[in-house]
């Protein structure tokens, strides 16, 4: 978890959470052992924390009208610490 946190992009987008990338990669030596021991937790006991399942979904302008909204495509932001679950397991 500590190297993920180091290398980390600051660029990231914040997910519903509102725990944003460069606050993870800025407290990543405080929270290294706290965080790691969270998610070891969640997977021991199968629970998957619900704020992490939330994505805040942003249409994206594709090409052609922009009064079509055939012509978006949704993205969906996760929270950086669902991402994080998922590379730990």
Known sequence: IGRYLST????KA????GI???LLKLAGPAID????KIINLSI???????IWKQ???TPVFKAGDHLD???YRPISILPIL??????HV
């Open 69 to 71: 909204i055939h012509n």
């Open 20 to 22: 944003s990338a460069k």
């Open 55 to 57: 994505a805040r979904v």
């Open 33 to 36: 052992m706290p965080l790691c």
């Open 82 to 87: 669902s991402k994080i679950l998922e590379r």
């Open 14 to 17: 914040t997910g519903l959470d």
């Open 8 to 11: 980390i992009k600051i660029s």
């Open 44 to 50: 021991k006991q199968s629970i998957f924390p619900t």
